[in-house]
């Protein structure tokens, strides 16, 4: 402290860091006393994250007067980002100094399952195991389902056992697999235990759990489209031949069809308004780009009734894909334009003029089928839609609902009120339902760039989140969401709670 003035900060939570007293006088102080320096340190941290406190001194400190920075840690570091990339950018000598133990003797699981499964079909989980400073040690791992439902009284179901397997730990990390076939459906915690091991100074990370959903038998999809586009296309092909919906589940009603392939085609409909048990047997309904007034009507009032019965009545779900050919101003005036998340233009047409590529909002990170499986940041989000590259045209609206969420929007085009951007989509609340709109039937794009799996991630996430309250009934009267799956010591949590 002769040659240099002292500064300390302590660093134990994902925020940054804080800063510490040199001595009785103050944080700048010529004689540091350890006694008192010692007296703010604790072992309550949860979190090793270097990176951020890195980023945090950046902020709080002009580099150009800092002649260097000591690091004292174990980094153990168990959440952020790299820390390298962040020390090179503050420009200045980092030491470190390694204290405690040179390998953290510990054991973490988490659980992988697909969120939904079906009744009396084998499914299965993943417990990822994973380990430092236990090589060659066998670990008891099981896997427990928990009835999220309540049994007689009140009283909390019990766990069943699905399996207990023994593992000798090798590598960073390794997959069990538990085989299951449900014997009832529901909602179930899957949950993964690893019973200690010695030397552990942390359980709490030995458990993990997931919550998934057993259905019957599958999805229930209908269809309403004009004429095949490539979206339509591209979501028949993936989802009549995926598990989620599948044969049995997948029909459609294509305007345009020969009346002998509605006949002969067991995946085509005869009609878009069936009996009304048959209509509310779906789970969910995608609407095309549909000629809706005159001189070509092809939604009629029956029809656009029993979706806005399906959807604020009984809990189900309805996507609305816009189309280059007809456009969302059609149902100015249907019952349908009550239900969108937009406020559409009766008379606005296509703009296709400049290609452009959408842009993501940060509520996008709330909602799982936005994520395409990079990661749920919003840069993250953005770099993996840009991969859908550049869109040729989209359909202007008036302006966004006031109920809605907006997740995309147009870069520059604006609403009437000359502010908001150009929805291009969003999602909407509709009395026990919910209703997703798109701006473009594009998406087909993700599956060219991308590969069938982002494609496939996107609209089974949103197939998932609309049928979830159909499929369940009227049993379900909450419907909780957390905008993440894991959380870290101090994160912000951001719940939507849904009471029908």
């Known amino acids: 402290s002769k040659d240099f003035r002292l500064q300390a900060f302590a660093f134990d939570s994902p925020q940054g860091v804080r800063v510490l007293q040199l001595n009785e006088s103050g944080v700048d102080a010529d004689k540091p006393d350890g006694r008192v320096i010692a007296e703010q ?65 510990d054991a973490t699981v988490e659980v992988l399952a697909e969120p939904f499964a079906h009744k009396d079909e084998q499914t299965g989980a993943t417990a990822m195991v994973k380990q430092t400073g236990l090589e060659g040690q066998t670990a008891k791992v099981r896997l427990l389902a928990e009835s999220l439902g309540t049994v007689a009284g009140g009283a909390a179901a019990a766990r069943t056992m699905i399996a207990e397997k023994s593992v000798v730990l090798s590598g960073a ?71 989620l919906v599948g044969l049995k589940g997948f029909r459609t009603f294509l305007y345009s069809s020969d009346p002998k392939v509605r006949k002969q085609n067991t ?120 991969m859908m590259g550049k869109l040729p045209w989209y359909q202007p609206v008036l302006r966004k609902h006031p109920q809605a969420t907006v997740l995309a929007e147009h870069p520059t085009a604006t609403c009437i009120d000359g502010k908001d951007k150009q929805p291009l989509i969003a999602v909407r609340p509709y009395g026990r339902g919910e209703v997703v709109y798109m701006g473009f039937n594009e998406t087909f794009r993700l599956r060219r760039m991308m590969g069938e799996p982002a494609f496939r991630r996107f609209w089974g996430q949103v197939m998932e989140r609309l049928a979830l309250n159909h499929v369940l009934g009227a049993d379900k009267r909450f419907v909780v969401r957390t905008d993440r799956r894991n959380y870290q010591i101090d994160d912000p949590v951001v719940v939507t709670v849904d009471a029908r």
């Open 41 to 105: 340190l604790t072992t309550t941290g949860k979190v090793t994250a270097i990176s951020s406190a890195l980023a945090d001194l950046g902020r709080r400190q002009s580099t150009t007067n800092v002649s260097g920075l000591v690091v004292f840690s174990d980094f153990n570091q168990n959440t952020g980002s790299p820390a390298v990339p962040v020390a090179k950018r503050l420009g200045i000598e980092v030491y470190t100094v390694g204290v405690g133990a040179t390998r953290a003797v």
């Open 267 to 386: 995946l085509f409909l005869p009609t878009m308004a069936p009996p009304r048990s048959e209509f509310f047997a779906y789970d969910l309904i995608f609407i095309g780009d549909m000629p809706a007034a005159p001189p070509l009507s092809a939604l009629s009032n029956r029809f656009c009734d029993m979706v806005k019965e399906f959807v604020g009545e009984m809990g189900g779900g309805v996507v609305f894909l816009s189309g280059p050919r007809f456009g969302p101003q059609q149902l100015a005036g249907t019952p349908l334009a009550d239900m969108l998340p937009v406020v559409v233009d009766p008379v606005a047409r296509v703009r296709d003029d400049q290609p452009f590529s959408m842009r993501i909002t940060p509520r996008a990170a709330e909602y799982k089928f936005m994520q395409l499986g990079k990661g749920s940041s919003l840069q993250d989000l953005q770099e993996s839609w840009d």
């Open 173 to 243: 990390s390794q997959a069990v697999e538990f085989p299951w076939v449900p014997s009832k459906a529901g909602r179930f915690n899957l949950i993964a235990e690893v019973d200690p091991l010695p030397g552990e100074a942390v359980e709490d990370n030995n458990r993990a759990s997931r919550e998934i959903t057993v259905l019957e038998d599958y999805l229930r999809l209908m269809f309403v489209e004009y004429e095949p586009t490539w979206e339509w296309r591209f979501i028949k092909e993936v989802f009549h031949r995926d598990r």
